[in-house]
């Protein structure tokens, strides 16, 4: 089961993983009072189970209220790879500085929780991965001992140089780990992972799958279920 970016940033924020606020909208006028409430330049990020959603157009920056009820009157109802859309995020915008990915999945082969992770952020992993493997590290989490201290700076040392962002992204690291195994996920990743000019490191889009199997266990969680988001198929 996929969650929407914020449902999953509604787990990220209570596990203590610095995410910007925001809040949904299901019409142009709930935008922008929302763009007014926040009062400075807000992204209208359309939210369905799809990728590609800045390619598909359904990713803008607002400048002021008016820009984003006019986002969001284009965005609201649009499809994204067959995918309505019937909700948009209004959050306000950051000064970016630099961009990275982490994400951990369940390994089938080993049945084992991995990270991978990158400084290559904000784009897809697996091309990445695939012409640029040099960019990426890997770490599989023995379940046993779960993910250590040790093991979350290793990976937090491969994205920075600088003493202060490897800490907080350590610390990151662990929370994604614990929001992961917490809720039954699949996957979580956050991309990107950003740096701000100020030396802060946020997480400014985040996405969750959660296992099936796990969600009987999880009624709260099945609750969260939008089967208008999600493709024919899948409902």
């Known amino acids: 089961m996929d969650l929407h970016e914020y449902q999953a940033k509604e787990f990220f924020r209570a596990a203590g993983i610095p995410v910007p606020p925001g809040k949904i909208a299901l019409t142009p006028e709930e935008a922008e009072a929302l763009a007014t409430e926040y009062g400075s330049t807000v992204v209208v990020k359309a939210q369905v189970h799809s990728g590609g959603r800045g390619k598909a157009g359904g990713v803008k920056l607002a400048s002021d209220p008016a820009d984003a009820r006019k986002h969001a009157e284009n965005i609201l109802g649009m499809e994204i790879k067959g995918l309505r859309v019937e909700k948009v995020l209004i959050t306000p915008a950051e000064d970016i500085d630099t961009e990275a990915y982490i994400g951990v999945l369940i390994d089938r082969a080993r049945q084992a929780p991995t990270f991978i992770v990158s400084a290559a952020g904000g784009i897809d ?29 290793w990976l937090a040392d491969f994205l920075y140089d600088d003493p202060s962002l490897i800490k907080q992204t350590s610390k990151i690291i662990g929370q994604l780990y614990e929001t992961f195994t917490s809720t039954g996920a699949s996957m979580a990743e956050i991309n990107p992972l950003i740096t701000t000019p100020d030396g802060k490191v946020k997480a400014i889009d985040a996405k969750m799958s959660i296992d099936d199997n796990e969600l009987f266990r999880r009624p709260e969680i099945a609750r969260m279920r939008d089967t208008s988001a999600e493709p024919d198929a899948e409902t």
């Not at 990426?136 to 993910?147: E, I, K, N």
């Open 125 to 153: 992993i697996e091309e990445v991965a695939e012409t640029r493997p040099d960019e990426v590290r890997r770490f599989t989490v023995d379940p046993r001992h779960g993910l250590l201290a040790h093991q979350a700076f």
